[in-house]
């Protein structure tokens, strides 16, 4: 009679040399509960002992029926033992999950570096609010553009469940004296938020809603038991930054932010002609600031989309290819699946061409779109 020696034990994934079976479940968007079941291989090369035997029986003479009959008991007392070591039932479904929360940027061409001070992320369920510490931590938006991105909230584990909305906490009040001590490095090391333009002054940010609000993302959420939901904050700082008269030296950062679960986005990338990105602005009649806009379908008629807010936005970049060529190109990421309108423009006003190109985006796939 086989002796039928063996444990199991509840336990994180990723042990070396340990023998894995499934998870109970598999949670939607391909991510797993981190709770699976480890059992000693000796449970393994106990049931394989016990077919060996029992083929060898076959060939002794023994009937199929009851070879057939004598594994399946075996293998049934071998899960019996093994779940017995487990306590006897299978795990209960986990009542939380993980959140994780990254900042992009779509760019401004008047800027060196926009510098934004996070403290804190505060996110509201069924009228309980929970508060993460994030630094505080000063990012550079202007670093972290197209696809790239930066996480402010690594994998933090919070309950599971329906969120109605998410804060983030942001250090940009009206007067302060944002920048003070930055060195002009690529770092963001002065205090507070500021911005750095491009002619060498510097301003501080003043987020006129933070103290009463700050900026709070509405739409909602869900964290699903045992899983990940992993969330961009798109910023797009060609439509939030405004100079009114009477702040300065503040800056008014007015956000226009996305909140993109990563899981469903897609990104629209393309090439514009030399022509294009080195022209004249049709309306302005200065130098081109090359940029692609994304606005809903049909938006772009005859050139304009007059009173329409582009979705997104991206500036034309000129890259150096291995042959000594140039090469103007664009990427914009985490956008939703969906249709859309792209347009190319030197001053946000005018767009060419006059119709716009119609794009599709797809979920965790990449669209083309060359001007």
């Avoid at 956008?335 to 716009?356: I, M, N, R, V």
Wanted: hydrophobic share 40%; charged share 20%.
């Amino acid at each position: 009679m086989l002796n039928f020696k063996f444990r199991c034990c509840l336990i994180n994934r990723n042990v070396p040399g340990r023998v894995w079976l499934r998870p109970f479940y598999i949670m939607p968007k391909r991510k797993y509960t981190d709770l699976q079941i480890l059992c000693n291989q000796t449970v393994l090369f106990t049931v394989l002992i016990l077919i060996i035997q029992k083929k060898q029986d076959v060939i002794s003479g023994k009937t199929m029926t009851n070879t057939i009959k004598g594994i399946s008991l075996g293998l049934l007392a071998a899960t019996t033992l093994a779940f017995a070591g487990c306590g006897g039932s299978a795990p209960e479904e986990p009542t939380t999950g993980f959140l994780s929360l990254a900042v992009s940027d779509g760019p401004i061409h008047e800027a060196l570096k926009v510098c934004v001070k996070f403290d804190e992320i505060e996110l509201m369920k069924s009228g309980t609010s929970t508060v993460i510490q994030v630094g505080p931590q000063t990012i550079d938006l202007l670093a972290f553009q197209g696809t790239d991105s930066v996480l402010i909230v690594p994998d933090t584990q919070v309950d599971a469940g329906r969120y109605q909305w998410l804060r983030l906490g942001i250090d940009a009040v009206e007067g302060e004296s944002g920048g003070a001590g930055d060195t002009n490095g690529s770092d963001c090391d002065g205090t507070g938020s500021y911005i750095i333009m491009k002619d060498g002054t510097m301003h501080n940010l003043y987020i006129p809603s933070y103290a009463e609000t700050g900026l709070k993302f509405v739409s909602g959420f869900t964290v699903q038991p045992g899983g990940l939901l992993e969330l961009t904050a798109e910023f797009d700082l060609a439509k939030s930054l405004t100079q009114p008269p009477g702040l300065d030296p503040d800056v008014v950062l007015r956000p226009v932010i996305r909140l993109v679960d990563n899981s469903e986005d897609g990104t629209l990338t393309g090439t514009v002609t030399t022509e294009l990105a080195t022209s004249y602005s049709f309306v302005t009649e200065e130098h081109c600031a090359p940029s692609v806009y994304v606005f809903p379908p049909n938006s772009i008629v005859e050139g304009f989309a007059d009173g329409i807010e582009p979705i997104a936005t991206a500036m034309v970049t000129e890259q150096a290819n291995n042959d000594g060529t140039f090469t103007w190109s664009y990427t914009i990421g985490f956008l939703l699946p969906g249709a859309y309108q792209a347009g190319f423009t030197c001053e946000g006003e005018y767009f060419f061409p006059e119709e716009g190109i119609q794009i599709e985006i797809f979920e965790g796939q990449v669209t083309t779109a060359d001007f």
